[in-house]
């Protein structure tokens, strides 16, 4: 299958182009939209999303990912085999952390150009053809230049930031919840506040705030039949900070 | 095919995982959107509006449908048959208005858990799984314990309200306009104003107020080129009321 | 492939719908979405973004288009034979762009009516159907009528105005950028300003307004990492003028 990362707006005229060129080029393949609506000059918040969301994925699906806002200039583009998925899109940093993250990976440069290659739209005209040759073959080998790695690397840490805020106003985190006891109740600092975890949405009443592991397994932030975003200010970027019990307040 | 009825936000980050699972488990079956918008919470005017949906759909559809407030609390999953089509979501009175219009049904309670299973968002983990299962095979009996009924039922009547307010602004009610003589002249009541019927938007003057029977079957409040939502103020939950010709004011 | 190009609105109930006519009638053939938020009332514009959008795609595409304020009046359905594409819609002018500017093309009146025809989606009910039988086959010759022309024709020539605005905020323009000299140095008036043209985003500030040759090759305004939208006031319809070095300001 190939799944589409991308800001090219779920509203807009740019995801159907795409797909035109998928149905065209790679018949038959599924293609799934995973996100359209990311932040459009937010690579960093976008690369940790990805590798929560990729994970999820089996092995043999392809990422189209592009959140792009040098396109037309020096960046290049990169393909990234990781742990068996791969990731097609500007070498940026947007795959980085998905790449650094990895047991296994293999970088390449595109060495390829189409015929029409417009300046302000790789996502249809070079990545979207790459994807098809890798999801529906033959591999595209003589197109891709193996690397030592990728030009832009964020590397492997947690982000202690919001990397996404959802339509029901709850935030992402970059931190992954895993090595975070909750049990033990560690609050989370947000936005001036201090947050204590929840199990579960209807372990605490209507309106209240708290945190929480979410469905991909990282830190967020929420409200019970509200919204967080407006009830805390929150934006993407935002820092927070995870406060274990018993340590003082931060800086 | 497997349609899909949330609340999970067409712009947002899972209906993408879903299909993710859709796609590796019943792969080459169709997957609809139908709806990915509905309001969060809303749980009747959803399972009114489903009713009305659905039945445009053929008998082989199987329709995954969450609105789900309650995910993680101590509501349990359901699958529906009836009249041939299938459905899938939380037994919190979603599905139970398709039940109770139907000549022929069969409820299910899920008796199953997969190895991961997150507290946040079921849709994903338990509904998805089970709805690739039904329209992919083989059928999951093992998983599915037969029930006398679902534990919440809303009931077979008509809604008096807006149920859906579409983004041109017209207003969907849960009246069936079969029912009702539009012909002779019926006004709707709704947000202290009387209006009359129409049969189509070309009928009326640009921006007149008007109710139709839409081509759901429903009587719905609209404003050609116009927004009636506008107009008149309107919200999902608002009450409505026909008023036959010659029929005092309401009360 | 099957497009669609619509006003149903990317949110709503009844892309969905229409989906589900498909997936019954043209059993995997693979539908793209291409625009689903056209301005509701906007037949013009979307004339002539339908056509620099349509000729990227592969000649045995059918697009279903669907901007069509008249349902349920006058009007006829149309279908459009057009190098090679298929286009069914409204006849209200919607196909007429791309009809003027291609070479080989045949048109026809929809001479037929499903048994139940709504009188408000004629989308799902009417060009649907008619789409999946010249996606799928078997070809509809008894439910169509040969016509000398569209009835509503608004011409092949470039339209001055914009014609849709993205949502990055960047405004696509009905000027084709190829018979225009960029490099020249020609400049575009449009809402009181006189913007030069630029390569590619990446060659001019942050913030910085432009016109550059877009990816579908029509004229843009574009704001570089900001909204020429918002910056400008811009919306669907305003005029714009092309000025060629040293020719004075517009009257």
Same mark, same amino acid.
């Given at each position: 299958?190939?799944?589409? %990362? ?6 807009? /005229? %740019? ?32 690369? *940790? ?5 990729? +994970? &999820? ?8 990912? =592009?959140?792009?806002?040098? #396109?037309?200039?020096? +960046? &290049?583009?990169? =393909? ?6 791969? %990731?097609?899109?500007?070498? $940026? ?7 650094? +993250? ?12 189409? @015929? *029409?290659?417009? $300046? ?13 040759? /890798? ?16 030009? =832009? ?9 919001? /990397? *996404?805020?959802?339509?029901?106003? $709850? ?10 006891? @909750?049990?033990?109740?560690? !609050?989370?600092?947000? @936005? ?19 945190? %929480?592991? $979410?469905?991909?397994?990282? =830190? ?9 975003? !407006?009830?805390?200010?929150?934006? #993407?970027?935002?820092? #927070? +900070? ?6 003082? @307040?931060?800086?």
């Amino acid at each position: 299958m190939i799944v589409l %990362y991308t800001d090219f707006g779920s509203t807009d /005229i %740019y995801v159907g182009q795409v797909k035109g060129v998928l149905a065209e080029w790679a018949p038959g393949v599924a293609v799934v939209d995973l996100a359209h609506d990311l932040p459009p000059f937010g690579v960093r918040p976008a690369a *940790h999303l990805l590798d929560a969301l990729a +994970r &999820r994925f089996p092995a043999d699906a392809v990422f189209c990912c =592009v959140v792009d806002p040098g #396109v037309g200039g020096p +960046r &290049r583009g990169a =393909v990234l085999e990781a742990d068996g998925r791969w %990731y097609v899109g500007p070498d $940026n940093g947007l795959l980085s952390v998905v790449g650094a +993250r990895s047991a296994l990976r293999r970088t390449f440069r595109i060495d390829w150009r189409p @015929a *029409h290659l417009s $300046n302000s739209f790789h996502g249809r005209d070079l990545f979207a053809p790459m994807c098809a040759w /890798i999801a529906a073959g033959p591999f595209p080998a003589d197109k891709l230049v193996p690397t030592d790695g990728l030009d =832009v690397q964020f590397g492997p840490d947690d982000s202690p930031t919001i /990397i *996404h805020i959802d339509h029901y106003g $709850n935030a992402l985190t970059g931190l992954r919840a895993g090595a975070i006891d @909750a049990e033990a109740g560690s !609050a989370l600092e947000v @936005a001036g506040r201090r947050l204590m975890p929840a199990r579960v949405f209807a372990d605490v009443p209507p309106g209240a705030l708290f945190w %929480y592991e $979410n469905s991909l397994g990282l =830190v967020e932030v929420a409200a019970r039949e509200g919204s967080a975003r !407006a009830s805390l200010g929150l934006v #993407v970027g935002m820092p #927070v +900070r995870m406060v274990r019990p018993g340590e003082g @307040a931060g800086p």
